[in-house]
């Protein structure tokens, strides 16, 4: 099924992941928001895409040349995502605990609002996918803008390995990681256990 999607965090050694699911689900990407070694991999193999830096996001600079005009956030989706909002201030990395005042922080949180707004009304993404938990006020806030405002899908890998082996869950709720297990317990299809999960319990 095509989707226009959203890449945050992947780097170098996930080029092949990302041209897989282009070429073999036509998932096209609209937006990457990656480390800078991938602008060329990105302005090379989809051109059509918005590239950002992740540590520019960081830094508060907001590239809007080829997403604006910005689209402010309103009351609405200010109050959707207040029950939230103190994660977001937590997750503000500070070096002492007292290099940004709290209204400086507060800015910031809009700020990322905004420019994710804007990222959504303009490129309309179907997908948000992630290579780990959206665990920086970066990605946080545009999973928050996604799943509990737009409703537009999330994916990301739980980083926790199982098994003892390299094996790794695809999650769409941080506020329920079980999310995947949940519908697989739940089913009344009849589940039957890998190799590696009997070798796991016999050891």
Known sequence: MKKR???FGFDDKHQKI???LYRRH???PVFFCCP????TYAKERYPGAV??????????????SRIAPPVPV????????SKYESNCLNLLEDTTGWNFSFAERLQYYYDLLKYWNTLIHRLKPDLFLETMWPH????YTLYLLCKHFYSIDVLFVDPMPLLNGHFHVIGNSLEDLSTPFRQ???SDVAFEMGPAGREYLAW
Do not use: H, N, P
Not at 36 to 39: L, S, Y
Not at 136 to 139: E, N, R
């Open 5 to 7: 999607v959203v890449y």
């Open 18 to 20: 990302i041209d897989y």
């Open 26 to 28: 036509g998932w096209e």
């Open 36 to 39: 800078e070694k991938m602008r």
């Open 51 to 64: 590239f950002q830096d992740e540590m520019e996001i960081r830094r508060a600079c907001f590239d809007y």
């Open 74 to 81: 309103d009351a609405k989706i200010i109050e959707a995502l």
């Open 136 to 139: 920086t006020v970066t990605s």
């Open 184 to 186: 697989s317990y739940e």
